[in-house]
């Protein structure tokens, strides 16, 4: 989909302990090109969520300061693409 557009609807923040970073965001554009074997409908792509990432220190670095997502979630709306699958 290549006019589609991801963008913060908020800033990224952690959580009140430093843990978690939590990024809304909204994806725009259209459905314009053939993805995974599905004709394209020319649909609005309108969906929107958030991705909270749990932070680690990331002791393979030598305690240089560095994190690692340790794990990954997401909650979000789906496109009439992906409903199609």
Do not use: N
């Amino acid at each position: 989909h290549p006019d589609c557009v991801v963008e913060f609807q908020h800033a990224p923040m952690c959580d009140r302990e430093g843990k978690w970073v939590w990024c809304h965001w909204v994806e725009s554009g259209h459905w314009s090109g053939e993805s995974l074997g599905v004709t394209p409908g020319y649909t609005v792509l309108d969906v929107g969520g958030h991705t909270r990432f749990l932070l680690e220190e990331d002791d393979d670095r030598g305690g240089d300061g560095s994190y690692k997502i340790a794990k990954q979630v997401v909650y979000r709306t789906f496109s009439d693409w992906e409903l199609s699958l």
